[in-house]
């Protein structure tokens, strides 16, 4: 599977067949069922994860169009890389989750998953990590 499908897959979204048409799909905003699917996948005992992402009050007017906006589509969709990453590596859920919740030297002592959920350059910061992990560099 490429990591276009990859992502697709975690988000729910169907089989896109290149990562412009992802692209697409996330810029015209994720069903609500994407959101709700990364968050199951990145925290399962955690009922409010989904409100890191995207506010309550916000969710609840999401919930009459079952849409995210782009700006949410974008976050659901950066975080669904990472963990099709993390996944990739680990091939274990427990394992690719504890590796994101726990602070990591190479992070300043960030966890990987607050410094995704933080910025775009926080996300690429722990893809970079990830990619080190995955071609069997030190870390």
Do not use: C
């Not at 979204?13 to 199951?40: N, Y």
């Not at 919930?63 to 990472?82: D, P």
């Not at 990453?85 to 190479?106: S, T």
């Amino acid at each position: 599977m490429t990591e276009t499908q990859d992502v697709a897959r975690v988000l729910g979204v169907g089989r896109p067949h290149t990562p412009v048409e992802l692209a697409t799909t996330v810029a015209h905003g994720l069903p609500l069922k994407s959101l709700m699917r990364l968050s199951a996948a990145l925290a399962p005992d955690d009922a409010g994860f989904k409100y890191h992402i995207v506010p309550k009050a916000s969710l609840a007017r999401r919930k009459g169009a079952n849409r995210l906006s782009a700006g949410e589509s974008a976050i659901v969709a950066r975080l669904a890389g990472i963990w099709a990453i993390a996944m990739r590596i680990w091939q274990d859920e427990q394992d690719a989750r504890d590796f994101l919740n726990r602070p990591h030297q190479l992070l300043d002592g960030e966890r990987p998953l607050a410094l995704a959920l933080s910025s775009e350059l926080g996300a690429r910061l722990v893809e970079e990590l990830l990619g080190r992990i995955g071609s069997g560099v030190a870390v």
